[in-house]
């Protein structure tokens, strides 16, 4: 089956650090542009982060350069997103999703999401 | 940086047509997708590259963009369509969200 599924989610302060992972399955992974969209409490859709097939690229929304890493690992069919000096406003359900073409940009694929809520 | 706006809220009438927009300067010389988010769930691919539909998406969802605007239609909605909805697209290697459509079928 083909999907992906988040993992490492959970409750932290503010100023903390947490690791989410996301592991994919019935896909070639390594072929494939993924990212990172978070989704606040009853708010909309925002990207996080990109990260290129091979690794060589990697792009972030502002408001977290410097604090989240996005990486791989094409051997171990996953994705992970480092997240240092959290906020409350970090708190979100966060999404691993698949760049169906690079070029186009669009996600058709995504895992179920895992919460992260930051919070003293 | 570069902003995609939608209206928060449309109403329509089951069996009807609901248009759902999306605006950002000169939007039709970007791809624009739609996603489908129903409470509790992720979303949902439900058009890419302006106007195709993935395989599984019903017909009766249909895309276009030109100018300033995208737009996503709905034709015969059903109860099940009653969803929030959510542009989509890419500038400077940055992914852009609009801030969704609640889609109300009363």
């Known amino acids: 089956e083909v999907q992906l599924v988040e993992s490492g989610g959970g409750l932290v302060q503010p100023g903390g650090s947490l690791r989410l992972s996301c592991a994919a399955s019935?896909?070639?992974?390594?072929?494939?542009?993924m990212s990172w969209v978070r989704q606040a409490p009853g708010k909309g859709l925002e990207w996080v982060a990109n990260?290129?097939?091979?690794?060589?690229?990697?792009y972030y929304v502002d408001s977290v350069k410097g604090r989240f890493t996005i990486s791989r690992d094409n051997a171990k069919n996953s994705l992970y997103l480092q997240m240092n000096s959290l906020r409350g406003e970090d708190t979100a359900v966060y999404y691993c999703?698949?760049?169906?073409?690079?070029?186009?940009?669009?996600?058709?694929?995504w895992g179920r999401g895992t919460l992260v809520t930051v919070s003293s | 940086s570069y902003e995609l706006t939608q209206s928060p809220s449309v109403s329509v009438s089951p069996g009807q047509t609901a248009s759902i927009t999306c605006s950002g300067d000169?939007?039709?010389?970007?791809?624009v997708c739609w996603y489908q988010q129903k409470p509790g769930q992720s979303p949902i691919l439900v058009i890419y590259?302006?106007?195709k539909r993935p395989s599984g998406i019903p017909e009766r969802f249909s895309g276009s963009n030109s100018g300033n605007t995208a737009t996503l239609t709905i034709s015969g909605t059903q109860a099940m369509d009653e969803a929030d909805y959510y542009c989509?697209?890419?500038?400077?290697?940055?992914?852009?969200f609009g801030g969704g459509t609640k889609l109300t079928v009363l």
């Open positions: 999703a698949r760049v169906g073409a690079v070029g186009f940009w669009y996600f058709d694929l």
């Open positions: 019935g896909f070639s992974f390594s072929r494939y542009w």
């Open positions: 990260k290129k097939e091979d690794g060589s690229e990697k």
């Open positions: 000169k939007l039709g010389k970007k791809y």
């Open positions: 590259e302006d106007t």
């Open positions: 989509q697209a890419w500038d400077s290697n940055t992914v852009v």
